[in-house]
């Protein structure tokens, strides 16, 4: 007996040949494979997206705690101003600077001039005052400040008058020392110092804010010191969480959100437990357990009616079915008796519509595809016929002995062939064919511009056979017209100068124009550093091309800065590599 008849003697293995066995089987498995599928592509998404929710509800949390806290450190800020500015204590600090005596009344008398002041702020518990020489002046004791807070901190309290050196205090440790430099308004010279004892209720207000009991606060000062901590047996060090994002503390699991105060320096770390954040990652996974066991019940039950809706061959749709194999796809429009039947002829019935819309999709994309073709043809055309109409129109002038629009005529036709890539295939051009491109572009905008427009070029020349990427100055120089001149009603000046060193080449483009704001030029800045050049984004498609280009063609050393100012104008440098062996003669 042949193999293949035993195999199929075996009683399991004939029923699985038959047509109900072989639809629930395969029903089941399309549905198992749909389901996988979505859980596999939905599941990492909900998570991620349930995590971020997450994440980013802390991180607005600890912000929002950052914000407060530089608030109420900016009210501490203010009250040292108003003791600053008070005339008795500046009284006070003149008579100790010039060592004129000064009685214990005097000093006692200090005592209301800063509580007087202190009543504004309910975080300070006192405040004491310093001679220049880091003598107590209030209160009456001989203790210096350097022997409380140590000789650097006042020195680096002196080396930066305008901020608040803050610490923890090392007699109490529930208490924070602040330390504030204070010159002599009649000369601006060194004063003295005050220091103010502040509450830990400083930082405890802003975190209880919150209303997140189960979150742990951590606040860093600006050289990773342990400013205040919600979780007072330990006191970690701020570069535990700095690089991750999930942190191991105390036997537990947290996400740890580190925003750091641009106000003050300050880093506050926010931790949250791991299970706060992923339970509903729990909930979503059980949520899909129970889908799947439902999803698959279901599946199976409809496997088995399915299957036992299929009855004998279906000839009369197989007659049907055998015209598309001469390549007639028409649709079975009878309609039958049997459900099953009726089910197959309509998934036939689909199949054809399929099959002729996929044909007719064939056959449109072949005609577009012919159009583009013969659109594209057309568009070698038409820059040709632009040129040729150009180059009449400069005859015809010339024929009026109007040489002066004929040789414009003849700069707006080598402009446009040598922007369009007409002139030369190549992306590379020598720079004495760049400087001429753009002193084209100027002469245009001189004669819509007229005298508002003074503009120089100064090459080596030595250099002019250096070669560099093609249309490298035209959006420097573009930029410098549309934002340095016409914003001008007076006469500006441009001019471009082209240096070398030993190393590298130097294209400067400046224009007197008026300046670059603050923020902007910050903003320029920054993208131009984290090389965000590939959509132009807020700082100028011309400006992040250029510097693109270059730093892609001759790597990240090279490239574009910009500075500009009231005083000096504006500035764009281009740096490039430069040999003097790449140099053409």
């Keep these: 007996m042949p193999a293949r008849h035993i195999f199929t003697s075996i009683p399991i293995v004939g029923k699985l040949q038959s047509t109900r066995s072989q639809l629930m089987i395969s029903f089941l498995c399309v549905v198992a494979v749909i389901m996988l599928s979505t859980a596999a592509i939905a599941y990492p998404l909900l998570l991620q997206n349930i995590k971020e929710t997450a994440e980013s ?78 003598q107590a002046l209030y209160p009456l004791y001989n203790q210096k400040l350097g022997e409380m807070i140590g000789e650097g901190n006042v020195l680096s309290a002196i080396a930066n008058p305008n901020r608040t050196l803050w610490m923890r205090s090392e007699e109490n440790d529930g208490e924070l020392i602040a330390v504030r430099h204070v010159r002599r308004l009649e000369d601006w010279t060194a004063g003295g110092n005050i220091l103010f004892h502040v509450k830990q209720s400083v930082f405890q207000n802003q975190t209880a804010a919150q209303n997140q009991n189960d979150f742990v606060y951590l606040v860093y000062d600006e050289n990773g010191k342990l400013l205040n901590t919600t979780f007072d047996p330990v006191k970690p060090e701020l570069h535990d969480f700095e690089n991750a994002k999930v942190t191991k503390w105390q036997g537990k699991r947290f996400y740890s959100m580190v925003h750091t105060s641009g106000a003050t320096g300050w880093t506050m770390v926010s931790l949250v437990p791991a299970d706060k954040i992923e339970r509903p990652v729990q909930l979503l996974r059980n949520v899909l357990y129970i ?105 015809y002038l010339r024929n009026k002995d109007d040489d002066e629009s004929a040789d414009l005529i003849v700069s707006l036709s080598d402009l446009f062939r040598y922007t369009s890539g007409r002139s030369s295939k190549s992306d590379i051009a020598f720079l004495t064919e760049e400087i001429q491109h753009v002193e084209r572009y100027l002469t245009l905008m001189g004669l819509r511009l007229q005298e508002r427009l003074k503009y120089s070029i100064d090459v080596e020349a030595s250099i002019g056979g250096y070669q560099v990427p093609r249309l490298l100055l035209q959006p420097i120089v573009e930029n410098a017209v549309y934002h340095g001149v016409e914003t001008q009603n007076e006469e500006s000046r441009l001019s471009i100068t082209v240096r070398s060193t030993e190393d590298t080449l130097l294209i400067i483009v400046w224009n007197n124009g008026q300046a670059i704001p603050t923020d902007r030029l910050e903003e320029i800045h920054k993208h131009l550093a984290a090389l965000e050049a590939t959509t132009g984004g807020r700082i100028g498609m011309g400006l992040s091309n250029v510097h693109e280009r270059i730093k892609l063609m001759y790597g990240n050393e090279y490239g574009v800065s910009v500075e500009s100012d009231n005083h000096h104008g504006t500035q764009v440098t281009l740096t490039l590599p430069y040999s003097q062996k790449e140099v053409s003669e």
């Design 57 to 134: 509800y802390v991180q607005e949390s600890t912000l929002l705690a950052s914000k407060n806290l530089d608030a109420e450190l900016a009210q501490i800020d203010e009250t040292f101003q108003r003791i600053t500015l008070d005339d008795e204590v500046q009284r006070l600090l003149s008579k100790a600077k010039q060592n004129v005596y000064i009685s214990i009344d005097e000093r006692l008398a200090m005592r209301n001039v800063l509580n007087r002041q202190l009543i504004f702020s309910e975080h300070v518990n006192s405040a004491e005052l310093y001679d220049e020489r880091a």
């Design 291 to 395: 889908s799947a066991g439902i999803g698959g019940g279901t599946a199976l039950i409809l496997s088995v009616l399915l299957s036992l809706l299929i009855t004998r061959p279906l000839n009369h749709v197989r007659r049907v079915m055998k015209f598309s194999q001469m390549g007639e796809f028409q649709v079975n429009e009878v309609i039958y008796f049997n459900r099953e039947v009726n089910e197959l002829n309509r998934t036939y019935n689909k199949m054809v519509n399929r099959i002729q819309f996929l044909i007719n999709e064939v056959y449109e994309k072949e005609r577009l595809s012919n159009i583009s073709k013969i659109k594209a043809l057309q568009a070698q055309i038409n820059p040709h016929f632009l040129f040729n109409t150009l180059e009449a129109l400069n005859w």
